[in-house]
C-alpha cells in the first residue's frame, strides 16, 4: 500500500524537536510498527533510529537511477522515464484540438503527434486521443439500423443525459493516454467542448457536462477554423451551414471561460504549422512548481 501525509514542517537536522515533528507525521501515517526504511538520503540513518527499523540504503549516489526530486522540478521531460503513470498524468500538457463539423480536428490532431514522435527520446510515445462523442454516435446509429435498417443520421435525437456519459468517457480515455505517453498529449475534442455539443443537439448548457470539464486542467486549445474546409459528409453530419454557428460559439465560450486557444486557418500545412508553434511555445514555458520549503542539513 501507499499511504501519504502533508507534512510541512520546516527541514532541520540539527533540531531534535523538529524531527520529532516530522516523525509524529510519519507514525501517524504510516499507522504501524516500520521494519525498514529504504531512502538515497543522508538522513535515512536517524530516520530508521527514530522508526527502530533497519536502514536500506537504495543508490545513494544516483548511479543506477540518476533523478531525484531536485532534478525532476528542474527539468521534468528530461526525467519522463523515471516518473511514474499517476505523475506522468498530472505533468502532461494537454492540447485540445476541437472545431465545428469536418473542419480537420481529427487530421490535426494526428499529425500533431506525429510531428512529435519524430522529435525521438522521449517525444517517441507521443499520443492522441480519439474524438469518443463520434464512437458513441456510430454505435447509436448502428443501433437503430438493427431495428430499421433504414435508420439514417437525420432520424437520430439525443438526450441531454447522454452527454455526461461521452464527457466522463471522453476524460477517461485522455487520462488514460497521459498516463502512458510523453509530456504532451493532443486531444480530438474534450469534455469542455461536449458542452458546446449538447448546445447544438439538446439545447442550453447542461451542468453535470460543465463539472466534469473543470475536474481536469487543459494547457492550451487549437480552434479550427471552417474557413477554407470543404464540407464532407462522412454520414454523421449535419451540414455546412451549421460550422459558422459552431466555430463562432467555441470561440466565444473560450474567450468566456479563459481558457488559453489559438484559432488556426489556412491549408493544411499552414494549420500545422501554427499549432507546431504555439505548442513550441507551451512547452518552452516549462513546467513551475511551488519552492520547496528550507531545510538545514
Same mark, same amino acid.
Request: aromatic fraction near 10%; charged fraction near 30%; glycine fraction near 8%.
Given at each position: 500500500?501507499?499511504v501519504?501525509?502533508?507534512?510541512?514542517?520546516p527541514?532541520?537536522?540539527?533540531?531534535?524537536?523538529?524531527?520529532?515533528?516530522?516523525?509524529?507525521?510519519?507514525?501517524?501515517?504510516?499507522?504501524?510498527?516500520?521494519d525498514?526504511?529504504?531512502?538515497?538520503?543522508?538522513?535515512?540513518?536517524?530516520?530508521?533510529?527514530r522508526f527502530g527499523?533497519?536502514?536500506?540504503?537504495?543508490?545513494?549516489?544516483?548511479?543506477?537511477?540518476?533523478?531525484?526530486?531536485?532534478?525532476?522540478?528542474?527539468?521534468?521531460?528530461?526525467?519522463?522515464?523515471?516518473?511514474?503513470?499517476?505523475?506522468?498524468?498530472?505533468?502532461?500538457?494537454?492540447?485540445?484540438?476541437?472545431?465545428?463539423?469536418?473542419?480537420?480536428?481529427t487530421?490535426?490532431?494526428?499529425?500533431?503527434?506525429?510531428?512529435?514522435?519524430?522529435r525521438?527520446?522521449?517525444?517517441?510515445?507521443?499520443?492522441?486521443v480519439?474524438?469518443?462523442g463520434?464512437?458513441?454516435?456510430?454505435?447509436?446509429?448502428?443501433?437503430?439500423?438493427?431495428?430499421?435498417?433504414?435508420a439514417s443520421?437525420?432520424?437520430m435525437?439525443?438526450?441531454?443525459?447522454?452527454?455526461?456519459?461521452?464527457?466522463?468517457?471522453q476524460?477517461e480515455?485522455?487520462?488514460?493516454?497521459?498516463?502512458?505517453?510523453s509530456?504532451?498529449?493532443?486531444?480530438?475534442?474534450?469534455?469542455?467542448?461536449?458542452?458546446v455539443?449538447?448546445?447544438r443537439?439538446v439545447?442550453?448548457?447542461?451542468?453535470?457536462?460543465?463539472?466534469?470539464?473543470?475536474?481536469?486542467?487543459?494547457?492550451?486549445?487549437?480552434?479550427?477554423?471552417h474557413?477554407?474546409?470543404?464540407?464532407?459528409?462522412?454520414?454523421?453530419?449535419? #451540414?455546412?451551414?451549421?460550422?459558422?454557428?459552431?466555430?463562432?460559439?467555441?470561440?466565444?465560450?473560450?474567450?468566456?471561460?479563459?481558457?488559453?486557444?489559438?484559432?488556426?486557418?489556412?491549408?493544411? #500545412?499552414?494549420?500545422?504549422?501554427?499549432?507546431?508553434?504555439?505548442?513550441? #511555445?507551451?512547452?518552452a514555458e516549462g513546467?513551475?512548481?511551488?519552492?520547496?520549503?528550507?531545510?538545514?542539513?
Open positions: 500500500d501507499v501519504g501525509a502533508v507534512d510541512d514542517i527541514v532541520d537536522l540539527h533540531d531534535p524537536e523538529i524531527w520529532e515533528a516530522h516523525m509524529k507525521v510519519f507514525r501517524a501515517a504510516v499507522g504501524r510498527p516500520v525498514a526504511v529504504f531512502t538515497s538520503e543522508e538522513y535515512g540513518t536517524e530516520l530508521a533510529r527499523a533497519e536502514e536500506v540504503l537504495v543508490d545513494p549516489a544516483r548511479s543506477l537511477f540518476p533523478v531525484s526530486g531536485t532534478a525532476v522540478r528542474a527539468d521534468p521531460a528530461g526525467c519522463w522515464e523515471y516518473l511514474g503513470p499517476a505523475v506522468r498524468a498530472a505533468l502532461t500538457r494537454r492540447v485540445v484540438v476541437l472545431g465545428a463539423e469536418s473542419t480537420g480536428t487530421t490535426l490532431s494526428r499529425e500533431l503527434a506525429a510531428h512529435y514522435r519524430r525521438g527520446g522521449v517525444w517517441a510515445k507521443t499520443g492522441w480519439a474524438e469518443y463520434r464512437e458513441y454516435s456510430e454505435e447509436k446509429l448502428a443501433a437503430a439500423r438493427a431495428v430499421d435498417p433504414a443520421w437525420e432520424h435525437t439525443f438526450t441531454s443525459r447522454e452527454f455526461p456519459v461521452i464527457a466522463r468517457r476524460d480515455n485522455e487520462d488514460r493516454a497521459a498516463r502512458l505517453g509530456p504532451v498529449l493532443f486531444c480530438d475534442t474534450d469534455s469542455f467542448a461536449t458542452g455539443w449538447h448546445e443537439y439545447g442550453g448548457r447542461n451542468r453535470e457536462v460543465e463539472r466534469i470539464a473543470a475536474r481536469t486542467r487543459r494547457d492550451l486549445y487549437l480552434l479550427t477554423d474557413e477554407g474546409v470543404p464540407f464532407e459528409d462522412d454520414g454523421l453530419r449535419d #451540414g455546412p451551414e451549421l460550422r459558422p454557428w459552431m466555430t463562432a460559439r467555441f470561440r466565444r465560450e473560450l474567450a468566456r471561460t479563459g481558457r488559453r486557444f489559438l484559432v488556426v486557418s489556412g491549408d493544411r #500545412g499552414s494549420r500545422l504549422e501554427q499549432a507546431v508553434a504555439a505548442v513550441d #511555445g507551451l512547452l513546467w513551475h512548481f511551488t519552492a520547496p520549503l528550507p531545510e538545514r542539513r
